[in-house]
């Protein structure tokens, strides 16, 4: 199990990020036992959300599916990503994945290469980052695509 993938956290952005710093924003899932696994990621970037699927034996079985996002819709998004979002970004909580839970992360990624994420068991999610994945999901009715995927 790979639960602590994501656990990722660069300092250099834990106060002084700016919107326009912010250039894609990565959630999803994993779950995997013995044989087989289960992952689904969603990535906002600009104009666009991109959906990946995957499950089975090989990293190569799989879906991805891209949709047209407003150009509002993101800009509003990237500005509610505020201190209290990054201030959540704190790497793994706990063990994710330790017990054969599954796993859920988000990753906030900069213009500079730099990135910022957390991991955690499947219903933990801390406040501030259920609040930025009910805003993913409200794009996702935006667009239409809400029904085509899975934002945890």
């Known amino acids: 199990m790979t639960g602590c993938r994501f656990g990722h956290r660069d300092d250099l ?23 087989t696994y289960n992952e689904s990621e969603v990535i906002l970037e600009g ?56 796993v859920e992360w988000v990753e906030v990624q900069f213009s500079d290469g730099t990135k910022r994420s957390v991991s955690y068991n499947a219903g933990s999610v801390s406040e501030p ?3 930025l994945l009910q805003k993913i999901r409200a794009i996702a009715e935006k667009s239409q695509i809400s029904s085509k995927l899975r934002i945890n």
């Open 47 to 102: 104009e666009w959300m991109t959906t990946v699927s995957r499950s089975g034996t090989s990293d190569n079985s799989g879906v991805t599916m891209r949709y047209k996002v407003k150009k509002e819709d993101w800009e509003e998004f990237r500005r509610s990503i505020d201190a209290r979002v990054l201030a959540a970004l704190t790497g793994g909580l706990d063990c994710p994945g330790c017990a054969d839970q599954p």
């Open 129 to 131: 980052i259920a609040d």
């Open 13 to 35: 952005h834990a106060e002084s990020s700016t919107i326009s710093d912010i250039v894609r924003v990565r959630t999803g899932h994993i779950c995997g036992w013995r044989t």
